[in-house]
T-cell receptor
Framework: GENVEQHPSTLSVQEGDSAVIKCTYS??????FPWYKQELGKGPQLIID?????GEKKDQRIAVTLNKTAKHFSLHITETQPEDSAVYFC???????????FGGGTRLMVKP | EPEVTQTPSHQVTQMGQEVILRCVPI?????FYWYRQILGQKVEFLVS????????KSEIFDDQFSVERPDGSNFTLKIRSTKLEDSAMYFC?????????????FGEGSWLTVV
């Protein structure tokens, strides 16, 4: 089955700096790659997703890149703010709606 | 913004007891899911449900687990005879297939502690 690895497990950045979180996946059949943000005591919230027919997607300060050949995808957050502090999860699935396989999570801390 | 609601937020139960976790998915959604997260571990898929039947399930979802949509609004996860290792946060999620793409919305979770 699918296996998703995520790095780093913790990331500390200064406010205003960029943060990059990387994930690799094992199943070349996967086509859907969402990113979730989880704040303390809350459920995962989708922040951005990308499908395999696209190499990059951007939404304001957040961007995701996908390299299907290498089977890795990354989350980029620019101009980080303290409210970006949370745990971020990447995931992969065959298609949106199929079971999601999650990475282990990255705890991002943005220092003011 | 519409949201997935889960009850209870926290439940403590004796080993061997039955537990029912309840979820109210977003009203016009058609696909429903349960995931769990053991403390310090990855979020894991349990089961997906569509058109009143299970569409996909993981190895974790064995005979002690069952799901039901007893009416038009609730979606429940039942654990028949709880074990210590069932202690985890259980997340319900739902999805509506839309023209703009599919988005899975998660609830805030039910924290189950088996003692």
């Amino acid at each position: 089955g699918e296996n998703v690895e995520q790095h780093p497990s913790t990331l500390s950045v200064q406010e205003g700096d960029s943060a990059v979180i990387k994930c690799t996946y094992s199943d070349s059949a996967s086509n859907y790659f969402p990113w979730y943000k989880q704040e303390l005591g809350k459920g995962p919230q989708l922040i951005i997703d990308i499908r395999s027919n696209v190499g990059e997607k951007k939404d304001q300060r957040i961007a995701v890149t996908l390299n299907k050949t290498a089977k890795h995808f990354s989350l980029h957050i620019t101009e980080t703010q303290p409210e970006d502090s949370a745990v971020y999860f990447c995931a992969a699935s065959l298609n949106a709606g199929n079971m999601l396989t999650f990475g282990g999570g990255t705890r991002l801390m943005v220092k003011p | 913004e519409p949201e997935v609601t889960q009850t209870p937020s926290h439940q403590v139960t004796q080993m061997g007891q039955e537990v029912i976790l309840r979820c109210v998915p977003i009203s016009n959604h058609l696909y429903f899911y349960w995931y769990r997260q053991i403390l310090g571990q990855k979020v894991e898929f349990l089961v997906s449900f569509y058109n009143n039947e299970i569409s996909e399930k993981s190895e974790i979802f064995d005979d002690q687990f069952s799901v039901e949509r007893p009416d038009g609004s609730n979606f429940t996860l039942k654990i028949r005879s709880t074990k210590l290792e069932d202690s985890a946060m259980y997340f319900c999620a739902s999805m509506r297939q839309g023209v703009s793409g599919n988005t899975i919305y998660f609830g805030e979770g039910s924290w189950l502690t088996v003692v």
